[in-house]
């Protein structure tokens, strides 16, 4: 069972997503917030496997959430939901360590696609959205220093988190334990100077290892 907390400023387009998500089998609505400070209180309280997070809320808002998230070092796995797909929102989410980053005009089948594909290790982004990112990734430059500190392993680990594996997938790829593809990981995001999967998949892309 998916265990999800939605946040959202407006009472309706939470209702409108717990209705739903209430149909799937394999989902369960833990909480709901109407602003930053109670998603992160809710987070903790409940300890959700993700979050639907909006931007725009009151008080602390989406990337302030998702900040201080990532602080308590929850485990919970953010995909933002917004109506906002613009440059600066989007990227500064990311930074924050979104996990995905969906727009409202999402299909309700597609949005529980990616609660299920962000709860198994992927990234789910929007097709405008992902465009706009190829579109960033493609003006970056050649690959910096640090990139020649990663072991031919752990590269192999960061081109597959790059096309979406999940760590069990890497694991049947390589023919390693999945434990050890988790210390891959580890090692790559200190070696990199990242903070989690998204970042090192964007990572890769930058700099033309897929």
């Keep these: 069972m998916i265990r999800v907390l939605l946040a959202d400023d407006h009472a309706v387009v939470r209702q409108g997503l717990r209705t739903f998500l209430d149909l799937q089998e394999d989902i369960e609505v833990v909480a709901e917030a109407g602003d930053g400070e109670t998603t992160i209180d809710a987070a903790r ?5 993700v979050v639907l997070l909006d931007l725009v809320m009151p008080g602390l808002d989406g990337v302030g959430a998702l900040k201080r998230l990532r602080e308590a070092g929850l485990r919970a796995r953010v995909i933002v939901l917004t109506s906002f797909g613009d440059d600066d929102k989007l990227f500064a989410a990311l930074r924050a360590g979104a996990a995905g980053y969906l727009l409202k005009d999402v299909e309700p089948a597609e ?6 594909s962000v709860a198994d290790g992927h990234t789910p982004l929007s097709p405008t959205i992902a465009t706009r990112i190829v579109e960033e ?18 590269r192999d680990v960061l081109v597959l988190i790059a096309r979406g594996r999940s760590n069990k997938v890497i694991a049947l790829e390589l023919g390693v334990a999945e434990k050890t593809v988790k210390t891959h ?8 100077g990242l903070t989690d999967r998204t970042q090192a998949a964007l990572y890769a892309v930058r700099h033309g290892l897929v």
């Excluded at 309280?45 to 496997?49: G, H, L, M, S």
């Excluded at 949005?111 to 299920?116: A, D, F, H, N």
């Design 111 to 116: 949005l529980v696609r990616s609660i299920r």
């Design 137 to 154: 990734i493609a003006q970056g430059g050649g690959a910096p220093a640090q990139l020649d500190d990663l072991t031919p392993r752990e």
């Design 45 to 49: 309280r409940t300890q959700p496997d």
């Design 185 to 192: 990981v580890s090692h790559i995001l200190a070696k990199l």
